[in-house]
């Protein structure tokens, strides 16, 4: 058998692409919204019948097209939206593939009417055949009707999924669009039932229009967001919505960041709402990864975890990295080691110890760092000496949660070496250039200060117990009760917990003999 190579004729490779932007009725109007908004449009209106596969129709006022470009959007490759290659770079529409219309219209019955203001045109096409060009009347926008979606293709068409699957996919589609464009009308009838009509507004009003309340706001230069409370976490991310560069993107990173941002204020297995925006730099991010372009590539994605992961946490007025925070009853949970990274993989992070709450701890006192505290018996704990231990533990073992810094410390050294010594410590740093080092995020039981301590007592060449026990002494941290409680809880965990790293003793039994001797000497 002779076998023979042939080109495949135009409206099989258009059925083929389809097979990429074509999934469902929702992923239809995502494109075509798109467009629309792509034209300028300020309204929107949009109309389905049986979830969209058996009609779906979008008008819009946009900038409309001649009927050279009408005849023209239909196929592939044809575009409006770029020349070049470069053009590429500085993508400033939704759509750039030219590929939607031509690939619609290749599995469904289509229909066109079209005007730029001067000549309307309208257009029918049959699984991407024209069938008939003529003139019609419209006023300046654009008429699509998508009737009959995979007529042509049964095997895609026996897959769709129930019309009610359909019409919610689609709603959500529209509305997180929507939630980008509070400029625009947006209005959608299914089955003949008006189910959302939104006028332009406010930004905010329209997040509230669309999704309950979000009462935390978070605004940097390249960041804005409102994000619910953690109270109302939900067991499923359908209240995240995520748009970079306006587009609506689907991050498994960011969501995670803005958990972690939230900390402990929510259990594990439940996820907070939020609507954020995000604007980064063409060149740190790659949109073109995916066909539908719901998915993007960072180029540096442990950064962009930690500035979502930091804005987020100061939404809750998380105060910065600091003793008092390490020492809550709430440590911060972090789970970094799934981010993607390979920075982050190597942070060993762990939560901090699991206390022992069932034994009895009844804090009574606190005078002059000293800290009179109640379990079976009464003892007396020096404070500074209990912080050296539980600090010299938890670095030699790396297992404090860490805390991103909302700037990254820097610090001139001479050797390298110590970025990797630091790292044992379970402190994020690197270095920049050939002398400096930055520091990124530091185990919670260090803050600023305590970390230029630990740097200076390390670099003098002291040893890890010499340096906790120099940067406790230094630092003579005043504990309020709860922070007291917990240090002595943390202090409990420790494989020795009576005496800090240089030997000292660290707590005493205030029994009935002691007291006496004390009384008596007095
Ligand atoms: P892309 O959006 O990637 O350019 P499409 O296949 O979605 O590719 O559209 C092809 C072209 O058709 C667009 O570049 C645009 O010029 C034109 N077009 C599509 N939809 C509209 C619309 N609603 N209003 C005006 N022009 C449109
Ligand atoms: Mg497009």
């Known amino acids: 058998m002779v076998q023979k190579i042939t080109r495949l004729p135009t409206e099989v490779i258009n059925k083929i692409a389809a097979g990429e932007v074509v999934e469902n009725p929702a992923s239809i109007v995502k494109e075509l919204i798109e467009n629309s908004l792509d034209a300028q449009a300020m309204r929107i209106d949009i109309a389905i019948e049986g979830g969209g596969t058996r009609f779906l129709s979008i008008e819009d006022d946009g900038c409309g097209m001649g009927q050279e470009d009408a005849v023209l ?45 001067e000549i309307g045109t ?135 960041a803005v958990k972690s941002g939230y900390g402990t204020m929510i259990a594990e297995s439940s996820y907070p709402s939020f609507v954020l925006f995000l604007d980064i730099a063409p060149e740190e991010v790659d949109v073109n990864v995916h066909p539908q372009k719901k998915e993007v590539r960072f180029s540096d994605e442990a950064k962009i975890f930690r500035q979502v992961e930091r804005a987020v946490a100061s939404a809750f007025q998380t105060p910065a990295p600091c003793f008092s925070r390490s020492l809550s009853f709430a440590p911060p949970a972090f789970s970094l080691n799934d981010v993607p990274s390979p920075s982050f993989q190597k942070v060993e992070v762990s939560t901090q110890p ?47 949660a860490i805390q991103s810094l909302m700037w990254p410390i820097e610090v001139a050294i001479e050797d390298e070496n110590l970025i990797k010594e630091l790292q044992e ?71 020795e917990s009576l005496y800090d790293p240089s030997g000292k003793r660290i707590w005493q039994k205030l029994d009935k003999d002691l007291l006496k001797t004390i009384l008596e000497d007095a």
């Open 354 to 400: 699991s206390f022992d709450f069932a034994m009895a701890v009844r804090p009574l006192a606190i005078v002059e760092g000293y800290f009179f505290v109640q379990t079976e018996e009464l003892l007396l704990v020096d404070l500074t000496r209990a912080y050296a231990r539980v600090l010299y533990e938890s670095l030699k073992n790396k297992r404090e």
């Open 73 to 117: 959007s239909l196929e592939r490759h044809a575009t409006s939206k770029i020349r070049t290659e470069e053009d590429l770079f500085s993508l400033t529409t939704m759509g750039f593939r030219g590929e939607a219309l031509a690939a619609i219209s290749a599995v469904c019955r289509f229909e066109m009417r079209t005007s730029d203001g």
């Open 122 to 256: 309208r257009i029918l096409a049959e699984g991407g055949v024209i069938q008939n060009i003529e003139p019609c009347a419209r006023n300046r926008g654009t008429s699509l009707i998508v009737r009959d979606l995979f007529f042509n293709v049964p095997a895609r068409k026996k897959f769709l999924k129930s019309s009610s699957a359909n019409s919610a996919a689609l709603v959500r589609a529209l509305e997180t669009i929507a939630l980008a464009h509070p400029e625009v009308s947006f209005s959608l009838k299914s089955d003949g039932k008006l189910i959302l009509n939104l006028e332009p507004q406010e930004q905010k009003k329209r997040i509230e229009a669309l999704i309950h309340s979000m009462p935390h706001e978070v605004k940097t230069a390249r960041l804005w967001g409102l994000f619910s409370s953690p109270e109302d976490a939900k067991v499923h991310r359908r209240g995240q919505y995520l748009f970079i560069n306006q587009r609506p993107i689907f991050s498994p990173l960011i969501s995670k």
């Open 425 to 495: 410590f379970g402190i994020e740093c690197r270095l920049i250039g050939k002398k400096t080092l930055a520091v990124d995020a530091l185990p919670s039981l260090l803050n600023q200060d305590s970390f230029f301590d630990f740097l200076n007592a390390w670099r003098e060449g002291k040893k890890l117990d010499g340096t906790a026990c120099f940067v406790a002494s230094k630092g003579k941290k005043k504990f309020n009760i709860d922070e007291a409680t917990l240090l002595f809880r943390q202090l409990l965990q420790c494989q």
